[in-house]
């Protein structure tokens, strides 16, 4: 359940300035530690700015959706939503300058898969990838290499709630409970919409994906002119409740901002923060003493030398693996239920 999940006790924030400082935080310490090194100083104009490294994130994270939607098999839903959401978590706590976005952002996907258990092998994940053959098991090293570090950053936390599972018992309690609106499918188009905007902005960081959900309802519903007011009131219980309805609508009100606000930048912008990046990597200030694994696989002078693995060995294992670091959480958020249940899924 979310309200006991180490998603709404970790990382969920109380507003952006959290976020904002975060970032600012994770920009520091890289400086501070290249400063260390001798090489730059800490303000050197070579490093990115906090503002410059949530450009290049948010350039990224939009890579990922777009390599998610075109993903063969389709990828469900709340696997790009968990990939998302590692991605953001990521990078609130470690600098791009350190760890390129774009093996991040594959590392993510990868590992949402099985945590969501969307079944498919490493050969037809790298496959998707618009490489030749030597370039995708080149991307498949990396990606395995950063999978350990990708768990440890997010503190073994890789349980996500998405908001799409409340979006669909809210459209069947509109069905069953709400007779005023005669078809709530008219509804999902434009509620789908908001889902999608929403996602790329820090809501996910912000807000229960109850909120979302309802968010994207009733932002739907307005779009069509429909009333939604007494769905709330009545329906929802919230006539006599009115700081939760007030802290409700508030919180769309901040969504909609959110989504109002948020802007890509601009490819001539993100031409120049790619080559202020691969700048910043070339100087192989600190961290990974291996300069090319802290860059990402599209670097040409990496040359994978490992043999390749069987990958359906190499799929079971690290699908065991994860298990074990999924369990470790469930063992956080489920231990009032007690050892039983433990057990319980042990034995499965």
Not at 111 to 134: H, I, M, T, W, Y
Not at 323 to 347: P, Y
């Amino acid at each position: 359940m979310y309200h006991s999940s180490t998603q709404r006790k970790r990382w969920t924030f109380c507003n952006g300035q959290q976020l904002e400082r975060c970032r600012e935080e994770a920009n520091r310490n890289f400086r501070s530690k290249a400063a260390a090194t001798g090489k730059v100083e800490q303000n050197d104009v070579r490093l990115l700015k906090p503002h410059e490294e949530l450009a290049i994130c948010k350039h990224y994270e939009k890579r990922l959706l777009d390599f998610c939607s075109v993903f063969k098999p389709a990828m469900p839903r709340s696997v790009v939503g968990t990939a998302s959401m590692y991605f953001k978590r990521f990078y609130l706590n470690n600098s791009v300058m350190e760890y390129h976005p774009r093996i991040i952002m594959l590392t993510c996907v990868f590992l949402a898969c099985k945590v969501d258990e969307f079944n498919v092998s490493s050969a037809q994940f790298v496959g998707n990838l618009r490489e030749s053959p030597a370039g995708q098991e080149k991307a498949l090293e990396q990606i395995l290499e950063y999978e350990l570090l990708l768990i440890q950053q997010l503190n073994f936390h890789l349980i996500v709630h998405n908001p799409y599972r409340p979006f669909e018992g809210f459209l069947i309690d509109l069905k069953t409970r709400y007779p005023v609106l005669e078809n709530p499918e008219v509804l999902r188009k434009t509620a789908d919409d908001f889902l999608s905007r929403v996602a790329l902005t820090d809501a996910y960081l912000l807000f229960s994906p109850s909120q979302i959900a309802l968010a994207a309802i009733l932002s739907s519903g307005s779009r069509a002119g429909i009333n939604m007011e007494s769905y709330l009131s009545e329906s929802l219980k919230l006539k006599e409740d009115r700081t939760t309805l007030a802290k409700l609508l508030d919180g769309m009100k901040c969504m909609s901002n959110l989504i109002r606000k948020y802007e890509l930048p601009k490819s001539e912008e993100v031409v120049a923060l790619k080559q202020k990046l691969e700048k910043c990597h070339s100087l192989d200030l600190l961290l990974n003493t291996n300069s090319k694994k802290r860059k990402g696989y599209e670097d040409d002078e990496y040359v994978a030398k490992k043999p390749k693995v069987d990958e359906n060995f190499l799929f079971v294992t690290l699908t065991g693996s994860c298990r074990e670091c999924i369990l470790a959480e469930l063992c956080e958020e489920l231990f009032l239920t007690g050892l039983l249940l433990i057990l319980k899924v042990l034995s499965i």
